[in-house]
């Protein structure tokens, strides 16, 4: 199966930026679309952005114009870069691998904090 592990989370202030990045391993890398989804204190997990095997990328309302994302096979890594953060951008963001509902893969997470 597919493991994913999340890193570069960390307390940043309004106005920052913090890239995350995703580690993948197992099989299919490349098929997978990719995703990540974020889960504040008390809130249902909500969809952030994603990219297609084909490059295809979408984004969350809240996040499109300031987050972008972006993946390298041949690293088996993917990245989400946030600027202009938000105190509301406060979650925990997740790394998920998707190729349906049987391929659907989740890392533990990372906290992401902005504050002053």
């Known amino acids: 199966q597919v493991q994913l592990v999340e890193s570069g989370g960390g307390l940043v202030q309004p106005g920052g930026s913090l890239t995350l990045t995703c580690a993948a391993s197992g099989p299919g890398f490349a098929l997978y679309e990719r995703r990540w989804h974020r889960q504040a204190p008390g809130r249902e997990r909500e969809f952030v952005a994603s990219i297609s095997a084909d490059g295809t990328t979408k984004f969350a309302d809240a996040v499109k114009g300031r987050f972008a994302i972006s993946r390298d096979n041949e690293k088996r890594m993917v990245y989400l870069q946030m600027n202009s953060l938000k105190p509301e951008d406060t979650a925990v963001y997740y790394c998920?691998?998707?190729?349906?509902?049987?391929?659907?893969?989740w890392g533990q997470g990372t906290q992401v904090t902005v504050s002053s």
């Open positions: 998920n691998a998707w190729r349906g509902i049987l391929s659907d893969f």
